[in-house]
């Protein structure tokens, strides 16, 4: 398997650090994830097939570790699973230079996932690419700090368009506006969700076509794809 292609999987849940305990599920060269910051405001579903693992539960507790392991290892690895009486306790990593273990956990400490109800429609929604990517993460970081920022639907007579605005609640707050095109019916009230989360979500999908599905209710659907993956992320709102 490709090293980078599994850091790439790997990447679009961990969030860089955000998440570090997972179970990945493997059947029939399938590999399925799903997972819940730990924040508990969001929550990551990935498949991906074509993935050279054999049919497994692995429970993956710390994250960060796994990370520095295949850190060192070239870019053609081999992945097995080592099991006693049928339970995964090992995944076993090797390339042309190292043979490393990595301990798998008990599936009792691994965060278990809340089935989401999600709306029947959505309120908005809106196509992302590399240049919003770039867009929203230049925008993140020209704010120090910065804990939220809102998408507001705005319809007008010739144009439907979906406000992002950069920044805290606060009227003084600095903030930063830009606008995407977008599909609704009706104009919404600004709402707010957490900028860090989003940030880690576009860095770890910036070669991926996506869109965006926003609910009043206080909820995002963020999709993306890319050759054999698929992955989706629920976000819920900030509170203010």
């Known amino acids: 398997m490709n090293k980078e292609t599994l850091l790439n999987i790997v ?14 599920n493997v059947k029939d060269k399938q590999l399925n994830i799903n ?18 693992i054999e049919d497994s539960d ?11 392991l ?31 273990s990595y301990h798998l956990s008990d599936a009792t400490i691994i ?28 925008s993140y970081a020209a704010l120090d700090k910065n804990p939220r920022f809102t998408m507001q639907a705005h319809l007008e007579p010739e144009s439907k368009t979906i406000e992002i605005v950069m920044g805290a609640a606060e009227q003084h707050a600095n903030k930063i506006k830009f606008k995407e095109e977008g599909d609704f ?18 860095s770890a999908n910036k070669n991926a076509t996506g869109k965006i599905y926003v609910s009043s209710m206080g909820l995002a659907k963020v999709t993306f794809e890319e ?14």
Do not use: H
């Open 111 to 138: 965060p278990s996932v809340a089935t989401i109800d999600e709306p029947s429609s959505y309120d908005f929604e809106f196509s992302v690419n590399n240049e919003f990517i770039t867009k929203f993460i230049k």
């Open 11 to 24: 990447d679009k849940y961990y969030l860089n650090g955000l998440c570090e305990s997972v179970k990945w």
């Open 227 to 240: 050759e054999n993956i698929k992955v989706t992320y629920f976000v819920a709102r900030n509170n203010n």
């Open 35 to 52: 997972a819940v910051l730990a924040t508990k405001n969001a929550i990551t579903q990935i498949t991906c097939t074509d993935v050279d």
């Open 70 to 100: 295949l850190s060192i290892t070239n870019d053609f690895i081999e992945l097995n699973v080592e099991s006693i009486k049928s339970t995964p306790v090992k995944l076993n990593i090797s390339d042309n230079q190292y043979d490393l």
């Open 185 to 202: 019916i009706i104009s919404t009230e600004p709402i707010p969700f957490p900028a860090n989360i989003f940030k880690e979500i576009f």
């Open 58 to 68: 692995l429970c993956i507790f710390n994250t960060t570790q796994l990370i520095s």
